[in-house]
Nanobody, 124 residues
Framework: VQLQASGGGLVQAGGSLGLSCAISGRTFSEYALGWFRQAPGKERECVAFINWSGTITSYIDSVKGRFTISRDNAQNPVYLRMNSLKFEDTAVYYC??????????????????WGQGTLVTVSS
């Protein structure tokens, strides 16, 4: 099983980017997915997560109202739309799944499979 995160890049402050996370290999009956990020010199943190049905989402306070996580189980990607980007959003963004779990979590240890990360750089 592999997760492929894509969509990172360089953007000016105030701009937008969309990240996607595709799953290949073995398919799961259900899974929750989280987006994490790690800025230079900082610990990795959970930015947002979404449950299997897409009905429950959660965000850290610093991105509420600016980021939106969504999923399309028919197509398997999970998306993270990032608007009004700030310099402090600069980080490597990772997607991760909780296999066989319908609910998400903010804890790294609750996730079973991780993508390779995609770099988001916001210029001030």
């Amino acid at each position: 099983v592999q997760l492929q995160a894509s969509g990172g890049g360089l953007v000016q402050a105030g701009g937008s980017l969309g990240l996607s996370c595709a799953i290949s290999g073995r398919t799961f009956s259900e899974y929750a997915l989280g987006w994490f990020r790690q800025a230079p010199g900082k610990e990795r943190e959970c930015v947002a997560f979404i449950n299997w049905s897409g009905t429950i989402t959660s965000y850290i306070d610093s991105v509420k109202g600016r980021f939106t996580i969504s999923r399309d189980n028919a197509q398997n990607p999970v998306y993270l739309r990032m608007n009004s980007l700030k310099f402090e959003d600069t980080a490597v963004y990772y997607c991760a799944v909780r296999v066989g779990r319908s609910s998400g979590s903010v804890y790294e240890s609750d996730y079973d499979v991780w993508g390779q990360g995609t770099l988001v750089t916001v210029s001030s």
